[in-house]
């Protein structure tokens, strides 16, 4: 008991740390954070996996409500207005053809299942939004890198938990319909942006009547669960709905003035408490996501998961030299690649639904390391500066020689 309690405490001075030396290294912090995880769960056997694992659907389901809906929050659409079609091209384009290319190397190479090959694929072909966020406002690049990156995670982010759910549905029914996938498809999309606006619209007038304003956070979040449960039990995909819910209460005061002149609820300047949130739930689900992994993981996943890595860069080179050849910051916009959360949690679910795929948690945690390991080593190339700095500081100095320097 005691233990635990103190435990619980060093893993969130440990999250505030990373994020600490994720400022100064742009080393993301989920890698640190994983590392943690290993260390207390299979390095050392301090956390037993059996005793957390009950909880993980919980779990996983509300750090991504909690996610989706500050993702949606900060996401400005007046800014993005000017970029959305050509940037949705390039999301569309570079997504399909890195899980295209996943799905042929993992079936006809390492001999997966398609249905199986293709749930990989849709899972780690995207972007986690969070990561990306975090990184982009950190290292010297323009406002439309930033926006395109942020946009592009959002975008590949949805694309991601409707295909691989619509995979699901199809192991589950043992067919494999064009038609039935394409309006699967729609249907998923529309029914959670509809319900995700409808949502929005109620609730601002329901936040409008609060006589207490400091609440309002952790109400919105408590509707976010009710909205996210409802869209997936009507067929729907619930992280979607809750994305549109963020979007629109975050950017009411400016649909308001635009479309009708009302009063806006309020200007979204602090963001102190949702952050504090966020930061809790991504610390402790990248540490559980370290207790979890399986050291002992076949060749074959690795070499798969090197595959997949290949696949993802190839995707993103060809995309950029055929749809955004002349991009600023081509070097952040080519390899800032970093999957996360979603990836983990959906890889977590056909075990849910009671349907096998063998390996593809361990390959999506694999690739989830590589992909970072591969963001950070491009943040660094992009920001030497940051990588001098370090050289800097562990330089023994001089005293006699800085001295005369500086007179």
Known sequence: MLFGIALFGLIIVAGYLAGKLFEKTHVPDVLLLIALGMVL???????????????????????????????GQRFNLMRVASILPSNSVFSFFAYFLSSALITLVAHFVFGWDLLH?????????????TIVGALVSRLRSSEATRISLSLEASISG???????ILVLRFLSAQSLDASTA?????SAFAIAAVAGVVAALLWHRVLQRLDEKNFEYILTLAAAVFLYSGVEFAGGNGAISVLALGVVLGNYGELARIFS?????????????EDEVVFFVRTFFFVYIGIMFNFGVPFATL???????????????????????KAEDYLLQAFVI?????????????????????GVTDAVLLIVVLTNVVTTVAALIHNPSVAARVAVASRPRVVGVEQRKRK
């Open 338 to 358: 970093p999957t996360g959360l979603s990836a983990i949690v959906l890889s977590l679910v056909p075990a849910a639904w009671g349907i096998s795929i063998p």
């Open 117 to 129: 090959a293709a749930f990989l694929a849709f899972v780690v072909s995207d972007t986690c939004p």
């Open 41 to 71: 769960g299979p390095l050392t056997g301090l956390v037993r996996t059996s005793l957390l694992g009950q909880a993980m659907p919980f779990a996983a389901a509300l750090a991504l409500v909690i996610i989706m809906l500050a993702a």
């Open 303 to 325: 070499l798969l998961s090197l595959a997949a890595l290949a696949c993802i860069l190839a995707a993103r080179v060809v995309s950029m030299r055929l749809l955004a050849p």
């Open 182 to 186: 394409l309006h699967t498809l729609a």
């Open 261 to 273: 002149g009302a009063k806006p609820l309020k200007e979204r300047e602090e963001y102190a408490f």
């Open 158 to 164: 949805a694309l991601s938990g409707v295909c691989a």
